[in-house]
């Protein structure tokens, strides 16, 4: 797909920007925590996609900051209204 004007371009940087947002800080995980028995059923927990990368040590306090800073200002069901709007 070719973009034909600067409009359609910023438009789509705009989008990406909020899918970069509600993605990671939004969605839900596959990545296993923990899996406990359960009787017949096996229960299974995810991490939230923020913890995997506040729980991490090979992160910076800065970063971390930055990013629970970033978390605190956002609203996802705004952040969804507006990707459906794009």
Do not use: W
Not at 73 to 83: F, M, Q, V
């Amino acid at each position: 797909m070719r973009l034909e004007s600067q409009k359609q371009c910023d438009l789509l940087n705009e989008l990406y920007v909020l899918l970069h947002h509600y993605n990671n800080f939004f969605m839900l995980s596959v990545r296993l925590k923990e899996k406990a028995p359960d009787g017949a059923r096996v229960t299974r927990k995810y991490h939230a996609p923020k913890t995997m990368l506040l729980d991490s040590t090979q992160v910076n306090r800065n970063v971390k900051r930055i990013l629970k800073h970033r978390y605190a200002t956002l609203n996802p069901a705004e952040l969804r209204r507006r990707i459906q709007k794009r």
